[in-house]
């Protein structure tokens, strides 16, 4: 299973203070899905509010990437700017 790892402790809002947890989804679109069904609040919140690492690349807008059963997968605060 891929790691999910947060570094942002909004998303312990969610998980109840979880910041380190395995994952079934194998792309970020599965993944926003089953964090949804999982943490009822948390798929949407990451979909709006979190860019996504995966194995060290960060992505922006990540709803296609695809990613293995040993990746690492990483939430962080988007980085907003004018």
Known sequence: MARLTT???RVGDFTGG???FDVEARSVR??????????PGL??????QMAIA????IFQ????A???ADSEIVL????SGG
Request: no cysteine; proline share 3%; hydrophobic share 40%.
């Open 7 to 9: 570094i942002s402790g």
């Open 18 to 20: 979880l910041t380190h």
């Open 30 to 39: 599965a993944l926003v899905r089953e964090l949804e069904q999982r943490f």
């Open 43 to 48: 798929g949407e919140f990451v979909e709006e």
């Open 54 to 57: 995966i194995d060290g690349e």
């Open 61 to 64: 807008d990540a709803l296609t």
């Open 66 to 68: 695809e990613f293995g």
């Open 76 to 79: 962080i605060p988007r980085i």
